[in-house]
């Protein structure tokens, strides 16, 4: 059973950056993060495969986020990474790590990810 680990969050100004990371116990397929404000529904964030000779190119992120946030991987320590710079206060929100031990098809649908960290709260303040 592959188990995630986040690490990473806190507080900061806005315009600031954070890094938050996640590490897998075993080899999922592809790992993504994702948000959630409270009384809001959970947002996708970025996704990437993260076996078979993926690369940072295979990375996804959502497009209102592109040119802020960045999701990478180090396949050795099957680690994923949210690079995250010019951060807003709207970007306040908890943080959750998520993974699918197989392919998936629509990588931005919860569904798709069996195995969820425990997630790591980002605040931004103004």
């Known amino acids: 059973q592959v188990q995630l680990v986040e690490s990473g969050g806190g507080s900061v100004q806005a315009g600031g950056s954070l890094r938050l990371s996640c590490a897998a116990s075993g080899h999922p397929y592809y790992m993504g993060w994702f948000r959630q404000v409270p009384g809001k529904e959970r947002e996708w964030v970025a996704g990437?495969?993260?076996?078979?000779?993926?690369?940072?190119?295979?990375?996804r992120v959502k497009v209102s986020l592109k040119g802020r946030f960045t999701i990478s991987q180090d396949g050795a320590e099957n680690t994923v990474y949210l690079q995250m710079d010019s951060l807003k206060p709207e970007d306040t929100a908890m943080y959750y790590c998520?993974?699918?031990?197989?392919?998936?098809?629509?990588?931005?649908?919860?569904?798709?990810?069996?195995?969820w960290g425990q997630g790591t709260q980002v605040t931004v303040s103004s």
């Open positions: 990437m495969q993260t076996t078979g000779g993926s690369t940072d190119s295979d990375a």
């Open positions: 998520a993974a699918s031990v197989d392919s998936v098809v629509l990588f931005t649908a919860e569904f798709e990810y069996d195995i």
